[in-house]
């Protein structure tokens, strides 16, 4: 039986995105980039989610294996490049139904790391909800950070105990293609903003015209979805362009991760054609 809520819900992008990672394991033959099924269970689907349109296991292969690439780079650099250099702080914009907390509760417990999701108040509600429902519960070290994205959400951020003079990693997936140009600009200074040593990872989504041709009639399906679901995609950009935003905005370095990397680095001896796709790729920028 899926979850209802009368007043607050998951945002439907993000209910999406955890049912793909859990298709990743549940129709794509192993070894897998991420095993991740405890979105699906804080989602709630009823039992035909399978068989909903979005979910069509051929159509979606190499959207899914992009969803998964992205968590995993996301959560490699979090451990490798961040918490075993000393960092302290993950930031996640967007979090949405993120696992990463739920799913390695052991970083935060053996090496410190202070985990803050940052998401409308709402879904964030609606979260920490199910997250006592199921057992899992809000520990210490993880921080529901409710804002207005609109508003002072940086100050809120303060708030929840996030210390901006110290180290983070700042991860924002999924998310760049909602926001104005102007909008993205006031986050990466914000960022670019943060103590030496910090780093920000964040997705883009590439126009239409710039993906393998095979791929472009389903993204620009997702565009005309977006918008008719009333959260329009308002900014694209090429590589170039974002790296150039980045140093703008006052970032020390900025390197695009390629599809074409993740896909050497997770992907590697595949033959079933799950591979990501270069629709939306990954930038890292550090401070």
Same mark, same amino acid.
């Given at each position: ?14 209910? =999406? ?13 192993? *070894? ?16 035909? +989610? ?19 690439? /992205? ?8 451990? &490798? ?24 509760? &052991?970083?935060?417990? &053996?090496?410190?790391? =202070? ?7 709402? *879904?964030?509600? +609606? ?9 899992? #519960? ?11 994205? &609109? ?8 708030? %929840?105990?996030?210390? *901006? ?5 700042? %991860? ?8 104005? /140009? ?23 989504? /590439? ?8 791929? /472009? ?12 679901? #009333? ?7 090429? *590589? ?48």
């Amino acid at each position: 039986m899926g979850v209802t809520q009368d007043v607050v819900e998951a945002d439907h992008t993000a209910v =999406r995105v955890a049912l793909w990672r859990a298709l990743h394991v549940r129709a794509d033959p192993p *070894p897998h980039v991420l095993e991740d099924e405890i979105g699906l269970r804080l989602a709630g689907p009823d039992d035909g +989610w399978r068989d909903r349109p979005d979910m069509d296991v051929d159509a979606t292969r190499r959207t899914r294996a992009s969803i998964v690439a /992205r968590t995993r780079y996301v959560e490699d650099f979090v451990v &490798e490049g961040g918490v075993e250099g000393g960092v302290e702080q993950y930031v996640v914009l967007g979090a949405g139904l993120d696992t990463f907390a739920q799913r390695r509760p &052991e970083i935060a417990a &053996e090496r410190g790391l =202070r985990v803050f999701e940052v998401d409308r108040p709402g *879904p964030q509600t +609606w979260k920490r909800q199910r997250l006592e429902e199921l057992g899992f #519960g809000v520990p210490e070290w993880l921080r529901l950070v409710p804002v207005d994205f &609109e508003g002072d959400w940086w100050g809120r951020l303060a708030e %929840a105990g996030f210390d *901006p003079g110290r180290p983070a990693v700042v %991860a924002s997936t999924g998310v760049t293609m909602y926001l104005t /140009r102007e909008a993205n600009e006031a986050t990466f200074r914000l960022v670019a903003g943060l103590a030496p040593g910090s780093a920000f990872v964040t997705t883009f989504l /590439r126009p239409p015209q710039d993906v393998e041709p095979d791929q /472009r009639p389903q993204l620009e399906a997702a565009v005309r979805g977006a918008r008719a679901a #009333g959260t329009p995609f308002l900014s694209f950009f090429e *590589p170039a362009g974002i790296l150039a935003l980045a140093r703008e905005s006052g970032f020390r370095e900025a390197r695009h991760v390629p599809a074409e990397e993740l896909d050497r680095r997770y992907f590697a001896d595949r033959t079933d054609g799950v591979r990501p796709s270069r629709g939306e790729e990954l930038m890292v920028a550090s401070t």
